[in-house]
């Protein structure tokens, strides 16, 4: 089961500070990074290579 991410609105808040909270817990979560990591099959080579390129770059 995978955690939802949910915020109450306050009783004098704006949908607009609402919506911001929200996209915030959802960034933080890293829920935005995976579905983009999910719209498209990545084989698996390719993924060793990308997560070897990104090894490197946080190396130097």
Known sequence: MQDVSEVR???NETIESALRRFKKK???AGILSEVKRRERY???SLRKKRKAEASRKRRR
């Open 9 to 11: 609105l306050g009783e």
């Open 26 to 28: 959802i960034q933080k």
């Open 42 to 44: 990545e084989k698996p």
